[in-house]
Nanobody, 124 residues
Framework: QVQLVESGGGLVQTGGSLRLSCAASGRTFSRYVVGWFRRAPGKEREFVAAIGWNGDSTDYEDFVKGRFTISRDNAKNTVYLQMNSLKPEDTAAYYC?????????????????WGQGTQVTVSS
């Protein structure tokens, strides 16, 4: 497994931007697909975006398409989530997760490694 640490969360106004980072330990990071999930208070954890091993493949949940961009830098063992045009409903704890496989459906229980999360709060 790989150890993951998220950072970059914070408080931002509606329409603002944040960039989350997911830093991984280990020399085999490029062998992992990385996903971002989020959990809002009182809600289930939900998929946000995923990126393939070398960054060529990406997938997004519909509610973030056109606003969020996932990318990775394997030389830095880091995956990023650029979040633009943020809305109050984007308020949640954001988690990155890693798994060696690409999936056709992104369920949290498919990912074996998780970070501790970073809080994003969007004020109206």
């Amino acid at each position: 497994q790989v150890q993951l640490v998220e950072s970059g969360g914070g408080l931002v106004q509606t329409g603002g931007s944040l960039r989350l980072s997911c830093a991984a330990s280990g020399r085999t990071f490029s062998r992992y697909v990385v996903g971002w999930f989020r959990r809002a208070p009182g809600k289930e954890r939900e998929f946000v975006a995923a990126i393939g091993w070398n960054g060529d493949s990406t997938d997004y949940e519909d509610f973030v398409k056109g606003r969020f961009t996932i990318s990775r830098d394997n030389a830095k063992n880091t995956v990023y989530l650029q979040m633009n045009s943020l809305k109050p409903e984007d308020t949640a704890a954001y988690y990155c997760a890693a798994d060696p496989r690409w999936h056709s459906a992104w369920r949290a229980n498919l990912f074996g490694s998780w970070g501790q999360g970073t809080q994003v709060t969007v004020s109206s």
